[in-house]
């Protein structure tokens, strides 16, 4: 099974700040990386597929970055929408499809 | 508009069951695979399973295999989670979502397993 393990597990930062999320794999994932916004009583939104292709409709502020076991996502200027919780997660050599631990962006 | 709404939620003792329903729209619901994922209270997004469009193929994960049973209807364009022999570990909200990458997701039915 392929463990994801997100740092760090909380961001505390402001308006306007850069945000940068890391994913980390236990073995290579190639390009195979996904990142989700999850806020509270929400439905998960998907992000960035393929490691660094922007899901339709997300705005340029988010992207990804990363291959193999090293990921990164970048948000560049933080709106108020934007602080919730990111998890990344696999679809290599699946079963099992895994997410990481997640990181919590808050002010 | 891609919509996916679960339900079927709601409140079972230890060792019983409930079936989940998440009923698919806009989208050609016979060409996706789909999968269900969890998240118990205060805890991360865990994966439960997956099915192809055609039902061929089934993955579970281990933590519900032998206990849990994923299906879909395309002609009714719905997804189903038969859940047997519950646990308390197994209290969280349980989303659907169209798989390759997970898309589109459901607000989420709540089950709490609990005496």
């Known amino acids: 099974e392929i463990v994801l393990t997100q740092s760090p597990a909380t961001l505390s930062l402001s308006p306007g700040d850069r945000a940068t999320l890391s994913c980390r794999a236990s073995?290579?994932?190639?390009?195979?990386l996904a990142w989700y916004q999850h806020k509270p009583g929400q439905a998960p939104r998907l992000l960035i597929y393929?490691?660094?292709t922007g899901a339709t409709g997300i705005p340029a502020r988010f992207s990804g970055s990363g291959s193999g076991t090293d990921f990164t996502l970048t948000i560049s200027s933080l709106e108020p929408e934007d602080f919730a919780v990111y998890y990344c997660?696999?679809?290599?050599?699946?079963?099992?499809?895994?997410f990481g631990g997640g990181t919590r962006v808050e002010v | 508009e891609v919509q996916l709404v679960e339900s079927g939620g709601g409140l079972v003792q230890p060792g019983g069951s409930l079936r989940l329903s998440c009923a698919a729209s806009?989208?050609?619901?016979?060409?996706?695979?789909m999968t269900w994922v969890r998240q118990a209270p205060g805890k991360g997004l865990e994966w439960v399973s997956s099915?192809?469009?055609?039902?061929?193929?089934?993955h579970y994960a281990d933590s519900v295999k032998g206990r849990f049973t994923i299906s879909r209807d395309n002609a009714e364009n719905s997804l189903y989670l038969q859940m047997n022999s519950l646990r308390a570990e197994d209290t969280a909200v349980y989303y659907c979502?169209?798989?390759?990458?997970?898309?589109?997701w459901g607000r989420g039915t709540l089950v709490t397993v609990s005496s």
């Open positions: 979502a169209r798989h390759g990458w997970l898309d589109y």
């Open positions: 806009g989208f050609t619901f016979s060409t996706y695979s």
């Open positions: 099915i192809t469009d055609d039902s061929s193929t089934i």
């Open positions: 073995q290579s994932v190639g390009t195979y």
């Open positions: 393929d490691a660094s």
């Open positions: 997660q696999h679809r290599s050599n699946w079963p099992p499809l895994t």
